[in-house]
């Protein structure tokens, strides 16, 4: 059986695992967009705060890719996929042929294409090339602007102060981390990062940027000019789709899978960031970008891929942070629609500060914050994966913690 995965993140690496485990004598090709062996990208942000060197970041040993006998490609954007003659290419080469196809491709940073967007010092944040880019005369930085309050925004900010360069954070909604956790958790976080010296604005985004060749200044969205002279852009991800022929292979935001992790095409499956499948709680197609899932999701494509019919149960959108001395921990549905029959137990001691909030229907748990004292956030998200109703105990015990 000839394999190909496009993509050595996670998702790539432990599909690829999988099927040399499964198969001994597949033949197994990767490839891979970034040249650096594979590596764990939510730690990037601690080569920013200068605390480790990108060659600790590896998570497989230099000899990975021959001790599995997998075929690796690395530097090599895979620019079409001909679904009829189950090949791939890259730019005009020779196809490469594939019996099953995985794509793993992950996402891309969002853009801001307004006008000034590509004077230098204006960094995405989602490889390692690109932190190394921002390191570039770093000990020049004056005050850099963080765009968006996501867990991206948030590792960019904290990495940057570590420098002890003044930040300047711009939220458009009105508190951070607002697809995580919920009105009064994100006003506990923002007083947080306010009195551990972020400037933090909320209800506000760039417009513009203005400068020579590098940034100098951004126009902001209440009219007001901020002098800048790096600025980091964390609005969130987009699949990485751009290769994929659309009139063949189902795409919504991000490639269609079954729970086989296969696409509407057989033999060509996708896993991580790129894939959207069924989420746990909110039972629809649903994209939860985050390492765990996908190195699962890897795993199931992985195991159907080498012909073992395995399910994925499904994906569930999971954080924990650490933000100064608040430990956040969220998983699932936290922000309800209103009236949908959903039962919200919540608990606030500011003077601790200790929030917890759970959202359950039909006595199902469906989602939680825990904002400190989040030892118990483990065993919560194994009851909302297990979906029973809950015991009275153990609704007694939700109460109470
Ligand atoms: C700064 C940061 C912090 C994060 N923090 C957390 C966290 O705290 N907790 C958490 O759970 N998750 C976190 N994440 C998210 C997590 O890193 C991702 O969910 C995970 O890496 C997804 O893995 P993946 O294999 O699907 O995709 P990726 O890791 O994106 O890997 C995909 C690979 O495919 C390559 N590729 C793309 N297109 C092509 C192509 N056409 N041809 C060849 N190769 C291609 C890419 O270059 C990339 O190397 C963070 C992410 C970032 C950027």
Redesign the pocket.
Known sequence: MNHVI???????IQAAETIRYLDPTAFITL????SHPPYC??M??LMLEGRISSDRLAIRNPHFYDDLQIRSIAG????SIDVDAHAVTIDDHEPIFFDRLLI????DPRTMKIPGHALNNIFP???VSHVENMLTDISTARHALVLGGG??GF?AAYGLMRRNIPVTMLIRSEYPLSMQVDDIAGGMILDRLKANGLTVRTGIDALAFEGDSRVREAHLSDGSVLACDRVIVGKGVQP?VG?IPKDRIPVDLGVLVNTNMETGIPGIYA????AECIDRVRQCPWIN??????AMQ?RVAGMNMAGRTVSYPGSLGR?V?RIFDLDVMTAGLINPEPDDGYQIYSRIEPRLPVYRKFVLKDNRLLGFILINRIETGGRLVSLIQRQFPLSASEMGILKTL
Do not use: C, H, Q
């Not at 090599?76 to 620019?79: G, K, Q």
């Not at 793993?104 to 996402?107: E, I, K, N, P, Y």
């Open positions: 496009i993509g050595n993140g996670i998702a790539g490839f891979a967009a970034e990208r939510p990037i942000s090599a954007y895979v620019t793993a491709t992950g996402a944040m989602r490889t867990l991206v590792k990485a290769f896993a991580g960031d790129v970008a985050i390492w765990p899932e996908a890897g954080n942070i």
